[in-house]
């Protein structure tokens, strides 16, 4: 037997994503979504969640690459513009994406925990995580993620 999921990413990262995301549990197309939660919308999302009894389908979608820091340290690396907002592109060789500096490593294991930590403030469960634009695949960062997969019981050590 296969046992499709669909999982609307995107949770909390504007009105129209939210309402659309609430539309399809409604409809039942998808089986799960994922919370960004450092966007503007995310406590729309979150109140939407449990007005709408779908709270136990929300997982968490980690975000390095837009709207605002949840910490300091990140906001002075490569990852984010002169603003202090996360700038979208940031890996632009091979070098980048399996070679950072330990200041850039430490700022994003601490961007992804309090990212981690806010979401399970909601009262989620931590059932699933993924990333925004998949970039837990990039080696730099997936080893500075799976620490705290560990950490948060997501998964098993190996």
Do not use: W
């Amino acid at each position: 037997m296969i046992n499709l999921i669909i999982n609307a990413d995107d949770f909390g990262i504007s009105l129209p994503v939210n309402r659309a995301i609430s539309y399809c549990f409604q409809n039942k197309l998808i089986q799960r979504t994922t919370l960004m939660v450092n966007m503007p919308y995310t406590e729309d999302a979150v109140e939407i969640a449990y007005c709408k009894g779908f709270e136990e389908k929300v997982g968490l979608h980690l975000n390095l690459f837009e709207g605002i820091p949840l910490t300091d340290a990140i906001r002075h690396t490569i990852f984010c513009a002169d603003n202090g907002n996360f700038k979208g592109i940031v890996f632009r060789s091979i070098k980048d994406k399996l070679l950072l500096s330990q200041r850039v490593k430490k700022a994003i294991s601490e961007e992804m925990e309090a990212q981690i930590l806010k979401y399970k403030q909601y009262g989620f469960s931590l059932m699933h995580i993924d990333s925004h634009h998949h970039f837990h695949t990039i080696p730099s960062i997936f080893f500075e993620l799976y620490p705290l997969l560990c950490k948060y019981e997501c998964i098993q050590p190996i």
